[in-house]
């Protein structure tokens, strides 16, 4: 199995539920059209490895082209297109940090801005910096992973997120999704807007997202549930019982069509000045430096990376491809 998916990953990239991934570079402006090539091959690796699933790669014009594989026994909410929507997870933690990231080259917001001059009832908020939080180099650490309701307010959430950690004091890298979610609160405050309503002004409208949704907008027959999830969240009430807590770090599903938009109007700087996040990279530092959501290297590829109990795990690279029966 294990290398099955390896393969898949190699070749392609992942949005996926059920399967491992491979870290490797996103594209980027100057990467052409997908070959005839290439996307026979990948079309033939999906039938070969009995994957149910879509992939969507660079086309022509600057246009998705979306490669399809359909297994046996793909019914309904199995059975994958390019704009079937999928939980994605802390691929969402990008929308947050290049919100953030614009408020820095706007002057609002300053990298060294402690914690505590927003949410000083975090732990620890007097020594916790805007740049800690977005790198995940603060000294908190999550504790629970879902939440026994569903909460239907943003003050809810993000009260939710400061109480639902420890200060560790070590501040080195600990992944930690209340950091996002504090730093989606931040946004919030500067922008007098909701975080739902920043990302449908400035991520949706901007890249043209036409399948892009907010957890608590969708119905249960609109997601791409995996075949053979047998742990984590198999229902949609289970599901945003951990989306719920995920504010600004997983609060939305989206399909692999609109995600190759996204990068794309994030590569051309539609959303951000790129020159603005990538020079925060450290030539001579380790291979994934985790900047505004992303991991890049040191020569500015990057991925992107999420997961939902393992069910629903997803990366992106070159092309993107969802599915459901890994």
């Known amino acids: 199995m294990k290398n099955r998916t390896w393969m898949i990953s190699f070749l392609v990239g992942v949005l996926m539920s059920n399967a491992a991934v491979v870290p490797a570079q996103a594209a980027t402006k100057s990467v052409p059209a997908t070959d005839a090539a290439t996307v026979k091959r990948i079309k033939q690796t999906l039938a070969d490895e009995h994957v149910n699933g879509v992939v969507v790669v660079n086309g022509q014009h600057n246009q998705p082209e979306v490669i399809m594989n359909t297994v046996a026994g793909a019914q309904g909410n199995h059975k994958l297109t390019g704009n079937s929507l999928f939980p994605i997870a802390s691929l969402n933690k990008s929308f947050t ?19 505590a001059k927003f949410f000083p009832q975090t732990p620890n908020a007097a020594n916790i910096t805007v740049d800690q939080l977005s790198k995940h180099t603060s000294d908190l650490q999550d504790i629970a992973q879902d939440s026994p309701k569903i909460m239907k307010s943003d003050r809810q959430r993000l009260n939710f997120a400061q109480h639902n950690v420890t200060a560790t004091g070590k501040y080195t890298w600990t992944y930690t999704n209340a950091n996002y979610a504090l730093l989606a609160g931040i946004l919030s405050r500067l922008t007098h807007e909701s975080y739902e309503d920043w990302v449908q002004t400035n991520i949706i409208k901007r890249a043209h997202l036409t399948h892009t949704k907010h957890y608590d907008e969708v119905n249960a ?3 791409a549930w995996g075949m053979n999830a047998d742990n984590g969240p198999t229902t949609l009430d289970k599901l945003q019982k951990t989306m719920t807590v995920m504010y600004g770090a997983g609060d939305y599903f989206v399909s692999a069509a609109d995600y190759w938009k996204y990068v794309t109007a994030f590569n051309a700087g539609k959303l951000v000045k790129l020159d603005t996040v990538t020079k925060q990279i450290n030539p001579n530092g380790s291979e994934f430096q985790y900047i505004d959501g992303f991991y890049f290297s040191p020569t500015g590829k990057y991925c992107a990376y999420g997961s939902y109990s ?6 992106v690279f070159f092309q993107i491809i969802i599915q459901n029966n890994r």
């Open 221 to 223: 027959n609109q997601i």
């Open 97 to 115: 940090g290049i919100g953030i990231q614009r408020l820095l080259n706007q002057g609002k917001l300053k990298r060294d801005a402690k914690l």
């Open 310 to 315: 393992n069910v629903f795990n997803s990366a």
